[in-house]
Structures are given as C-alpha cells and as structure tokens.
C-alpha cells in the first residue's frame, strides 16, 4: 500500500516567514495529493489540492509543488500569520477498486510567532 | 466547499454500551465515505471505507464487530461503536468523496468519545 513521509514534524516561523512542509509518497499510481490544516479540536479542512498532471498550483499565499518523478510534493505557505499556526498533514490517494483512499503524513505543527 | 456534517460532536457514553455516530454529507451526494480515529498528536488512521448500498471495508487490526458501519443512503453513514471501553475513547472523523468530483475528499468536524 501507499506509504507516505512528512517532515518536519515541527516547524516554528516568525510571522511573515515562509513555511515549507514536505512530503513523499511511494506508490507511483497516485494520483491526487491533498493538504489539510487542521486546529485543536477540529476535523482537517481541506487548504489546496494537486493532481498528478499539474507540477504547481497556487491560492493566494498557499501554494503546493509536485515531482512526480521523485514522488515528492510540498506546500509553501508564504507571508504567514498567526492565524497559520495548525497541524498540516499531506496525503496521496490509493484506488483500492473503485475507491480512493487517502493515506496520510504523520502531521506537522506549525506555530507562527510574533 | 462541500459540507460533510457529524453528529454529535462529543459524546460521553459508560463502558459497556454502544454509541452511535453519524456523518452526513449536507450538499452532494457520496458515493464513499471513510472513517477514521485519531488519537492526540497523531495522524489520522483509516478504519474502514463504506460504500453506498454494500457492506464497509475494514482495514487490518479493525475489528467489524465492534465498529458497526452502516452506509444506506448517499448522503448518510453511520458508526457504531459497541460495547465501549476506555481505550475506545479516541476522536472520530468522517470523510465524504463528492460524486464526480475526481477524488476531492471533504472532512466532517470529527465527534470526540469518551467512555468512562
């Protein structure tokens, strides 16, 4: 099945920084690579997505690159606020006949300072 | 986006009887839904996938008869935790995939469970 590998699994910025996550994942019939930032408390709420036929996508400060070669793909996040600091977790998706379950990273908690 | 809905978002239940927890998708229709737990500070781990009108898929180490899944409608899935223990106490969260969507998976607020 699919495995996928997250790091850092902390990250501390200072408001205004940039924050890089990143991931890999290891079966190359992935296809689709979420981002979910998720508060205490909270379920994971869907930030940016990417598809296995786009190598960059980009929402206003959130953007996401994929390698497919190297079967990495990571979120940049730039001019970061407070209001940033969450738990990130990446994933890919896995068919498993006709569904598509995601496998997800083991999480990264970013905290943005002042 | 699309709204996945949970209900209820804490429960607190006595070791021994079972809890129910439903995951309703507001404003599309799912074809799959998935649960998962999460225990604190950690990722979330798939338990099964339910699919409309056929029994859920259970993954390794989830037990079936202890997490009763329930899928009858396109907009409704139910989890049912039975004869809850402690170590059951975990928060739950459900996703929805959007028919002819792709593969866009929206989440559910998640229902804490305590069994005391």
């Known amino acids: 099945g699919e495995n996928v590998e997250q790091h850092p699994s902390t990250l501390s910025v200072q408001e205004g920084d940039s924050a890089v996550i990143k991931c890999t994942y290891s079966?190359?019939?992935?296809?689709?690579f979420p981002w979910y930032k998720q508060e205490l408390g909270k379920g994971p709420q869907l930030i940016i997505d990417?598809?296995?036929?786009?190598g960059e996508k980009k929402d206003q400060r959130i953007a996401v690159t994929l390698n497919k070669t190297a079967k990495h793909f990571s979120l940049h996040i730039t001019e970061t606020q407070p209001e940033d600091s969450a738990v990130y977790f990446c994933?890919?998706?896995?068919?498993?006949?006709?569904?598509?379950?995601?496998?997800f990273g083991t999480g990264t908690r970013l905290q943005v300072t002042l | 986006g699309a709204v996945v809905s949970q209900h209820p978002s804490r429960v607190i239940c006595k070791s021994g009887t079972s809890v129910k927890i439903e995951c309703r998708s507001l404003?599309?229709?799912?074809?799959?839904m998935f649960w998962y737990r999460q225990f604190p500070k950690q990722s979330l781990m798939l338990m099964a996938t339910?699919?409309?009108?056929?029994?859920?898929?259970?993954e390794q180490g989830v037990e079936k008869d202890k997490f009763l899944i329930n899928h009858a409608s396109l907009t409704l899935s139910t989890l049912t935790v039975t004869s809850a223990h402690p170590e059951d106490s975990s928060f739950y969260i459900c996703?929805?995939?959007?028919?002819?969507?792709?593969?866009?998976?929206?989440f559910g607020e998640g229902s804490w469970l305590t069994v005391v």
């Open positions: 996703s929805a995939t959007q028919r002819n969507s792709g593969n866009t998976i929206y």
């Open positions: 404003d599309f229709q799912a074809t799959t």
């Open positions: 994933a890919a998706n896995e068919m498993t006949g006709t569904a598509s379950k995601l496998t």
């Open positions: 339910s699919n409309e009108g056929s029994k859920a898929t259970y």
């Open positions: 079966d190359s019939a992935s296809n689709y």
């Open positions: 990417i598809r296995s036929n786009v």
